[in-house]
C-alpha cells in the first residue's frame, strides 16, 4: 500500500543555528537569504557524507549542550541523503556506515563533558525533547536498508524504551507521536517484540484524544493509526478513534485533508482489531464529503477504500458508484502509464554511427563474393554511404579522396558486370539490372543523399542508368506507390526538373509510366 511519508519540516531547527546544510528544507526560511524570494526557495543542498563523517569525528570535543543537538540533526542528514531518490540505490562506504554506527552508539551513551571535574552528563538520546526523540525515529525509518538490522533493531529498542518514559513525549503533539511512531515502524519494530512500542501505544491512545482540541493535521491522524497497524498493535484503539470521528463530525478536523489521507484514515480503521463500528462511522463521514474526496484518490486509494468497505460490511451505492468510476479513469491512466513504460523496453537501442573506413574495406571485398550476394551488398553498400551522408554532423563533412573514390568504384560496380567465381558460366547481369523495387529506390534515395559529396558527372551517370532500367523495369511495374520516389530522388540527382526532362528521356518515359502504372497500384498513406 502506497503511504506518504509523515512530514518534519516542522521539527527541524533553525537553518541559521545549523552549519551544515544551511537550507533544511523547502518549507523553512529561517537562515535563507533576504533576496530569496518568499514563495521560490532555492533548492536544497545535497549532503555531503564526507562532511557529515567529519562532523560525527568532531564531536566529542563539543560542549555537552551542543553533543544533543548535533547528534539529533547529524543523524537526521544522514537520513536525508538516505532518502533522495537518487540514493535508494546507492550504499554507504565502510568509513561513511561506521560513522554511522558510531553516531548511534553516541546517542545512547553519555555525553563527554567539557570542562574537567563536571559529572557525566546523561546520554544524548536522554536528552532529547519530542522534537529530537520524533526526529531520530523518523532517520532510523530512512537508514534501515543502509545499516545492520541489528544495529537498528538496538537504536530502536532504546529510543522505544525511554520515548515511553519520557516527559517530553507526553507534552509533545499529533505530529510528535504521528512521526515517532511511523519511523519506529518502518524501521521495523513490532509490539510483539517490543513491550516498550505496545506501551508507547497505549499511551497515544490514551494522549492523544486530548490533543485535538489544538487540532491535528489529516496526515498526521492518519499516519498515527496507519502506524499502528503496521507494527502489529493489538491493543484497543478505540477511545483514539471514537475521539477521531466525534472530531471529524463537528468539523474540527480533516476539513482539508488530502484525499490520500482519507483512504489511509480508513484502511487503518477497518485493520485495527475492535474497530468495526468505528470504521463504519468513519465511512459514514466519508459519504458526506466523497464527492469533493474521491476525484482526487489514485487506485491505490480506491482499492484501501473498497478493501475497508469489504471488511466492516459497509455499503453505499452512491459512493460505490463514483468509487468504481474513479478507478476506471485511475486505472487506465496507470494501464497507459504502464504501457509506455513497457514500450520503452523495446526501443531499438541507437543506430550505430556508419564508419566509411569499413564501408570501403567492403567496397574492396566486394568482387569476391558470389553474383547473388554482390547484388544485395551492392544496394546495401550505396544505402550505407548515403546513410552518413544524410545524418546532421555530416552535413558540411567531406570524404577523404579515397572514400570519395570507393563510392565512385561501387556505381562503376552496379552498373558493370557482377563478378562470377564459377568457371565456364556467362558473366551475370549488372547488378543493377538484378535490383527489385526495394533496391531501385534505395538507389535513388541514396544518389540523392550522395549528390553533395560526389562529382556531378558521375551521379548524374548513375543516375541515367538508373531511370533508363526502371523505365524497362518489370520490377518496377509491381512496385508500390513507395516505389515511385525514385523518380523525384532520381530527378534530384539533376539540378533542376528541366534539366531532367530535356538531359534523360528516358526519365521522361519513366514517369509517363508511373502515371499510367498508378491505377494498378494499392494506395498507401
Known sequence: MGVASAGVCDAIPSCAALRLVPACCPACRRGHSARQHTYDPAPRRKQDLE????????????????????????LWCFADWARQPENSRARMTPAQCNAVLDLLQRMAVEARGVKA?????????????????????????????????????????????????????KRGSWRDWSTLLHGLATAGMQCSSSPDLTRLCDQAVQLLPGKLARGAAGQDISMTLLAMVKSDYTGSAQPLLQSVTAAISQGDIMRDAKPQAW?????????????????????????????????????????????????????????????????AQAQTWHAATQLLSTLRQYDPPPRPKQDLEQLVSAVEELPFLSSSSQVEQTSQLLWCFADWARQPENSRARMTQAQCNAVLDLLQHMAGGARDETAGKPPPLPPLQQFDARQLDMAAWSLGKLKSHLPAAAVTSACTALARHSASSEA???????????????????????????????????????AAWQQGWPRQT
Open 51 to 74: 562532511q557529515l563523517v567529519s562532523a560525527v569525528e568532531e564531536l566529542p570535543f563539543l560542549s555537552s549542550s551542543s553533543q544533543v543537538e548535533q547528534t539529533s540533526w547529524l
Open 117 to 169: 571535574g563536571n559529572p557525566p552528563a546523561p546520554p544524548p538520546m536522554q536528552q532529547f525533547n519530542a522534537r529530537q526523540l520524533n526526529m531520530a525515529a523518523w532517520s532510523l525509518g530512512q537508514l534501515q536498508p543502509h545499516l545492520p538490522a541489528a544495529t537498528v533493531t538496538a537504536a530502536c529498542t532504546a529510543l522505544a524504551c525511554h520515548s515511553a518514559s519520557s516527559e517530553a513525549m
Open 263 to 327: 483512504a489511509n484514515l480508513i484502511w487503518a480503521a477497518s485493520k485495527l482489531p475492535g474497530c468495526r463500528q468505528e470504521a463504519r462511522q468513519l465511512l459514514s463521514l466519508f459519504s458526506a464529503r466523497a464527492q469533493a474526496v474521491v476525484p482526487g484518490l489514485n487506485a491505490q486509494d480506491v482499492s484501501n477504500i473498497l478493501y475497508a468497505m469489504g471488511l466492516v460490511l459497509w455499503h453505499d451505492k452512491e459512493v460505490c458508484r463514483q468509487l468504481a468510476e474513479r478507478a
Open 476 to 514: 518496377m511495374k509491381r512496385g508500390s506507390w513507395r516505389s515511385a520516389a525514385a523518380a523525384w530522388e532520381a530527378g534530384q540527382g539533376a539540378r533542376t526538373w528541366p534539366t531532367a526532362f530535356m538531359a534523360w528521356p528516358a526519365l521522361a518515359t519513366w514517369i509517363a509510366q508511373c
